[in-house]
């Protein structure tokens, strides 16, 4: 039903700075509450952020917190992931997630959502 399409990662630079979307083929894009999540080499995938349907609430996992933010467009049907003061550690697969939901409701649980976009790889380099 719901089409997710990361872009934006590539390579950058300790420090710097990188900007990642998800666009939504579906309607009611503004149904769906939508989050970040990022796997690591050898790691688990893990929470990285989460942004309500229409209000906007959002939440970020701790390790992310104040450098990273999430932000929703409903007009065009698109998530965006603003990453600041990169890190090596930040190196992951990103992954664009969304999930059906009839409140303003931000999960964090992997399990909870229902689509997924192929991801995108986000290399920060020292």
């Known amino acids: 039903q719901v089409q997710l399409v990361e872009s934006g990662g590539g390579l950058v630079q300790a420090g710097g700075s990188v900007r990642l979307s998800c666009a939504a083929s579906?309607?009611?894009?503004?149904?769906?509450?939508m989050g970040w999540f990022r796997q690591a080499p050898g790691k688990e995938r893990e929470f990285v952020s989460t942004i309500s349907r229409r209000v906007g609430h959002t939440y970020y996992a701790d390790s992310v917190r104040g450098r990273f933010t999430i932000s929703r467009d409903n007009t065009k049907n698109t998530v965006y992931l603003q990453m600041d003061s990169l890190k090596p550690e930040d190196t992951a697969v990103y992954y664009c997630?969304?999930?059906?939901?009839?409140?303003?409701?931000?999960?964090?649980?992997?399990?909870?959502?229902?689509?997924w976009g192929q991801g995108t790889q986000v290399t920060v380099s020292s």
């Open positions: 997630a969304a999930a059906s939901v009839n409140t303003e409701i931000i999960r964090t649980i992997e399990a909870l959502y229902d689509y």
């Open positions: 579906g309607r009611t894009f503004s149904n769906y509450v």
